[in-house]
């Protein structure tokens, strides 16, 4: 099972816990596959260690009595688990190969649509807010948090078109920049883990 739980979900596989996902099995308003990708992203880069047990629940919009009780549900979440491990492996020993799961606004995919994966990032990161406020107090981290924010917060989007930005630009620009931003993110808590760390070993 351990083995298997680190394969890299195959495309066939991702397409049908998207299925899953979209499906009224887990509810109308269970995450989205790039929800999903965005949210256990900000679990893993986060300064809090968030057990399997409490984040899982979130994922789907019924109780998970009834997520489990699914004929299906032991495969799908083998599935998130192991979308989970990859994510992680990624991270750790590859991070040129990290790319947030992201949705297209266009048939053409040239214009991507960051709303849900943003929103499963911030629900990620609202699992541990207090801890994950030291970023929000760093003129850069805030810059960062509130740029992933400003794909899925409705009011900073009608803020900015009535600033006269364009949504689609913006959305692309942001991004293309996600990758980076997410490994600046788990930086700075690394950092500061080492720094308190270290602190505590002085005394």
Known sequence: MAKML????????????DQFLYSDAVGKDAMSLSMLHGYLTAILIGPAQVMPN??????????????FALPEADKMID?????????????????????PMLYWEDDAQEHSSIEEWSLGFCYGAGLAEEQWQPLLDEEEGQFMFMAIMSGSDEEMREDM????????????????????MVLEIRDFFRNQQISASKQHRLH
């Open 54 to 67: 409490e984040w899982m629940a979130q994922i789907w919009d019924k109780p998970e009595a009834v997520i």
């Open 161 to 180: 078109q009535r600033e006269g930005i364009d949504l689609v630009s913006h959305d692309n620009q942001i991004a293309e920049q996600l990758p980076e």
């Open 6 to 17: 680190d394969q890299t979900l195959t495309d066939e596989e991702l397409d049908q816990l």
């Open 79 to 99: 599935l998130v688990m192991r979308l989970y491990n990859q994510i992680a492996d990624e991270l750790a020993q590859d991070p040129s190969t990290y790319e």
